[in-house]
């Protein structure tokens, strides 16, 4: 069974520039998580979907981070514009059916982002 | 809102010792999940363990066990036999029905040969 796939693994870019993620879950999970990961912490929420609904993004700073999953499978997290400390790790995870409130979660590899 | 505290940024064992990870959690909640992820370097996060607060039996993965201590608020993780591979960073967790995943805040785990 294939994992939860993301690209790209590594991103350098300059402050104020715009960065994309891409993230697709295992198949059949339904619920699918972005997390962000600052050097030195643990990771902190910042959407979770269920399909292709959002059912928890109040930790995503709105006024420069949107995440997407238009049609329930695969989603999008962009940045614009960046700031330094948005430099980090953006995990991707997804849950099976029914598991989305018991923590048990399956994690891409994560894509670094470094902002200069 | 729900906390967890990881107390030991850094801890190393020789292999084939035993380590106990320490982790602490401040909850209202009396139902609940608590987990151990195990994040190696470079490569995806993974369930170590999982524990139901309302089960009183400490779970057991092979050669990792937690002490669950309920009313202390307590979630250790302890890994016998330790193996080169089990050198990672380890994150507690904790979560409630219709609440986010809260993660510690890690504990990096050195294994010496």
Redesign the interface.
Known sequence: EA??AQSPRYKIIEKRQSVAFWCNPISGHATLYWYQQIL??????LI?FQNNGVV?DSQLPKDRFSAERLKGVDSTLKIQPAKLEDSAVY?C?SSPPGTA?????F????SRLTVL | AQT?TQSQPEMSVQEAETVTLSCTYDTSESDY?L?WYKQPP??????VI?QEAYKQQNATENRFSVNFQKAAKSFSLKISDSQLGDAAMY?C?????????T????TQLTVNP
Not at chain 1, 40 to 45: D, N, R, S
């Open positions: 994992g939860v030195g912490q643990g990771p902190k929420l979770q928890d995990l995870a409130n018991t923590g048990e979660l994690f891409g590899e994560g | 967890v999940y987990f470079s490569r995806q996060m993974i369930l999982r994150f967790a904790y979560t409630t029905s219709g609440s986010r995943l993660f510690g805040e890690g």
